[in-house]
């Protein structure tokens, strides 16, 4: 077994009615600013817009309290894609540059766990 050390723990608590309001403001210009062009096309496709975006949101929130970083110049939103595996597991996929960043940092992995009741989402990050 092989043991890894914690580089960073975050957590975030959504209200999805925030998100929605910004959606019914800012149209697709609010959603394509968090979103990567992978999730963009999901969201696009996504029988409920408002959850699906809500949970990408809190996800790339609590990785950036992971990171310490919080989202602006070393991080922005669309620098990560919050992705489904094959049973529905969320993961997230890295941008390149964000890669190099979390690999200065001896970064190598994110572990991530998301659960939804409406109207609140909670997601945790850990990284190692």
Known sequence: MRLEMIKGLGIDLLDRRRIDKAIQKYNDRFASRILSKKEFLLYKESSNQVRYLSNCYCVKEAV?????????????FNDMSILRDEKGAPHVEFSQSAE???SNREIHSCHISLSDEEPYVTAVAILS
């Open 64 to 76: 950036s309290k992971a990171l310490g970083t919080g989202i602006g110049k070393m991080l922005r």
């Open 100 to 102: 190099k960043f979390l």
